[in-house]
């Protein structure tokens, strides 16, 4: 079973959100102390089925979204509130591009806190252990599905490509279903293949997803499944 990342895919025809207080707030990502608060970014008035407010570590949804969650059984997560404040800078704030207003009319908004965690299987997965000055242990991951930017010197400019996963490499992780987090990689949120099907035969908007990994051929039997 297939190991796949949710990600921001950068569609301008839909809103951007900015959280308040930035991201990696204290506490997170094993609690939340207080709700999701966002601002607004100009560009664009419509609300996508998701919105990224940190960088694919946070992500907001519609109430179809989490419907669709709730009836096919999906675990690992919760739909918590999110508050939404005027944008603090003068300059956006007189912006004449397309921009969400308040009081909010468009879709309920619910945060995808996710509750479920795994862990990596260290011997398969291509992990590298980097030690920053203040002792705390981080993970580089490669041979992972990833954007890569490079200058393109017959159309001179920078062009994005994106790089397949490479076999038999990336983040492998302990059987597991639904949406959920990696202990070691804990910044991003990662689904199972059932879990992107769902979200792709919806249609949902502003949504992609990166190919990590695989979930080790575990029995999953005490695992409930994602109902069609």
Known sequence: MKLWRFTEPFDHRFARASRVGGTWQEGEYKERRRPLVIEWEPESDTVGDFTWPGFDTDTVVTDSVGKALADARVEGYELRPVQMQENSEPAKRR?????????????????????????????????????????????????????????????????????????????????VRGIFRVEELPAWIYCTDDVKRLVEEHNFTNVSFLEMGDVLDEPLDDLPPIVP
């Not at 030690?131 to 981080?138: H, M």
Request: with cysteine; net charge positive.
């Open 95 to 175: 912006s004449k591009k397309p921009m969400i207003k308040l009081p909010y009319s468009g879709p309920k908004l619910w945060d995808l806190w996710v509750t479920a965690w795994t862990r990596l299987d260290r011997d398969r997965s291509s992990v590298t252990e980097e030690r920053r000055e203040d002792g705390k242990v981080t993970y580089k991951v490669s041979g992972v599905q990833h954007v890569e930017t490079s200058w393109d010197q017959q159309c001179m400019e920078l062009v994005k490509r994106m790089q397949p996963r490479i076999p038999e490499e990336g983040v492998f992780v302990q059987p």
